[in-house]
């Protein structure tokens, strides 16, 4: 079945650092592709999304570009805050399927000032 | 007020009791999920409603029922608990357009203790 492997964590940044944490996924068909956040104490929230090959999601200064030939889609960011940290989780969805989501174990991320 | 709301928001219990967890949203959804998230693990669908009358195992349904008393309400029993099913639960709402483009709205969560 479609999963979705995110890299290890946790991760600990300082503040202006560089970010980039993995996701790769198995699918069939064309899967959507998305970046949940979870900040401490609350529930998931949609961070970004590509819906088809080489779509770029962006928001809130993060991207992440749809790789189909690798099947990957990284989250990156130039320069991490404080507030940033949080546990952020790679899904994936199958338009054509039941539509239902297929998350990533998760990546801790902890930014230092 | 949250657009979806779980209670309890944090419970213990003991193994063998049979527990309830609620959600109801004002989102105007009619699509609702039960996940589960455990250190680790990521979330696993347990249940998801595309509406009142349709009703779907996720992966790890065993050990759970589900019932949908409204568009707005969507509740997961644990009939008798056990200690490995001490995780942090969530529901989460969408309706037929956002789902198509993986939008889900979750709720804070309800953390579940099985002792």
């Known amino acids: 079945g479609d999963s979705v492997t995110q890299m290890e964590g946790p991760v600990t940044l300082s503040e202006e650092a560089f970010l980039t944490i993995n996701c790769t996924y198995t699918?069939?068909?064309?899967?959507?592709l998305f970046w949940y956040v979870q900040y401490p104490g609350e529930g998931l929230q949609l961070l970004l999304k590509?819906?088809?090959?080489?779509d770029k999601g962006s928001n809130k200064g993060f991207e992440a570009t749809y790789r189909k030939e690798t099947t990957s889609f990284h989250l990156e960011k130039g320069s991490v805050q404080v507030s940033d940290s949080a546990v952020y989780f790679c899904a994936l969805s199958d338009p054509g399927g039941a539509q239902k989501l297929v998350f990533g174990q998760g990546t801790r991320l902890t930014i230092n000032p | 007020d949250a657009d979806v709301t779980q209670t309890p928001r944090n419970r213990i219990t003991k193994t063998g009791k049979r527990i309830m967890l609620e959600c109801s949203q004002t989102?105007?959804?009619?699509?609702m999920y039960w996940y589960r998230q455990d250190p680790g693990l990521g979330l696993q669908l347990i249940y998801y409603s595309f509406d009142v009358k349709d009703i779907n195992k996720g992966e790890i349904s065993d050990g759970y029922s589900v019932s949908r008393q409204a568009q707005a309400k969507f509740s997961l029993s644990l009939e008798s608990a056990i200690p490995n099913q001490t995780a942090l639960y969530f529901c989460?709402?969408?309706?037929?357009?956002?789902?198509?483009?993986?939008?889900?709205?979750f709720g804070e969560g309800s953390r579940l203790t099985v002792l």
């Open positions: 989460a709402t969408s309706d037929s357009t956002r789902t198509a483009h993986g939008e889900l709205f």
């Open positions: 989102k105007g959804h009619d699509r």
């Open positions: 699918a069939t068909g064309y899967p959507s």
């Open positions: 590509a819906t088809k090959a080489d």
